[in-house]
């Protein structure tokens, strides 16, 4: 009973997270189900630090000081319950449970209930920034009791990534499934991020008619001003890449196709429950099935005119610099609607989330890192409850400079048949939110008509109905 803490699955994230442990001063325990890998880690890594592998389930756990702190991270899902049955069969009252795989938060909350009545602590904790982020330095999520963190938190600062001004890519998210929560909605703007960025990508290749190499030069540049960030960086540099088999730029040779994972798919599913319009997030996850339908694409390509107008673009340089601004103006939308989707969140499950520090620890080690991270920190801490993102005095002055191009290049790209699911979507709901007046007003009327389901009025408080198949005399409700 010697170790600090212990890893279970010793699969590529799983290894790396406990030697990014173990290189940081800590004596892991290590386990898996096929001893081959924990075996494997000793003989390519054992000098990353103190090592004590464990061919069982019991073993592993006899290796933990108490109270023992073992981590899970094996696949999400079945996997995941069978290890935490196994595991917490086998640990003490006031023990902590880890599990530090992509859980669905639903599911977490579940296990911490069942574990809660056990006397342990599960403890949700999302992990981002892959494989390279678990060995070097990740952004760590964890949900669970504020004892639990007590406890894990100054090992997890010390393995998570640092940000520039000192502070760890780590803090206590919330109760029970609060941090598998926030990872979550971290990958579901991920998406969107992803797929702002392949729609400037996808204009400045079919409207200007741009190479691989060139369009990355322009990525390369705007990773110097706002739009600074890891996945414009990487970008840059996947378009500079020439394949080594054709010789051709390496994006062309690449199917367009793109696969998901599902947590694109839970953010907006979980989104629809909680009433939160996440329209950039969703449209990115329909645009990779879109990418994806294979026969109704090949039905589409067949049968589908375009019927598009062929505009000139008088001047490429000022369209780029509009794509620029369009991208930039989707992404600051679809981060809001991310953080409109935690604070939902938040307010359904009761879970106290200081969303400044989650864009905080959001700014190195995790996918999404960014400079404009510390826009969002700032905007929170003007205004703790802030409505909406956009509405903070920083972020709404920067979505106003941006808005004659983001509406040019979404006209230019409706006008011309180019698909921009995120600009646009981003845009009709930056429109609708800031509007005095939504057609709404004629939804519910129509709901009124065919449903009795009342309507309010703008000139007199209580609920009305109209007598639609009788005298249409307007009744009020109680
Ligand atoms: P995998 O998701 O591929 O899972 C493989 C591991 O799960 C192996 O250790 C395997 O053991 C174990 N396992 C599978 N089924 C069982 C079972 N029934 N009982 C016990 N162990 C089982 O590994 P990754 O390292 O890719 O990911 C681990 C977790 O981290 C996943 O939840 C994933 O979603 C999450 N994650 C992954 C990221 C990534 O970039 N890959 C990023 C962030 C999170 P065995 O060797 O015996 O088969």
Redesign the pocket.
Known sequence: DVADIGVT??????SNLARNLARNGFKVAIH???VG?TEKVIADHGSDGEFYPSESMSDFVASLQKPRVAII????G???D??VDELSSLMEEGDIIVD????LFTDTRRREAALREQGLHFVGAG??G??EGALNGPSIMPGGTKASYDRLGPMFEKISAEAEDGLPCCTHVGADGAGHFVKMVHNGIEYADMQVISEAYDMMSKALGMEASAIGDVFADWNKGDLESFLIEITAEVLHHTDATSGKPFVDVILDQAAQKGTGAWTVQTALDLGVPVTGIAEATFARSTSGSVPQREAGRRTLSAEAQTLEIADPAQFIDDLQKALYAAKLVSYSQGFDEIAAGAEEYGWDIDLGAMARIWREGCIIRARFLDRITEAYGRDAKLPLLLSDEYFSSEIAKCIPAWRRVVAFAAASGYPVPVFASTLSYYDAVRAERLPAALVQAQRDYFGAHTYQRVDAAGTFHVEWSEDRRETEQD
């Open positions: 699955g010793m699969a590529v994230m799983g898996n189900r096929s890998k991270m094996v696949k999400a079945g996997p995941t069978a290890v530090a795989g992509n859980a992990v981002s892959g494989e």
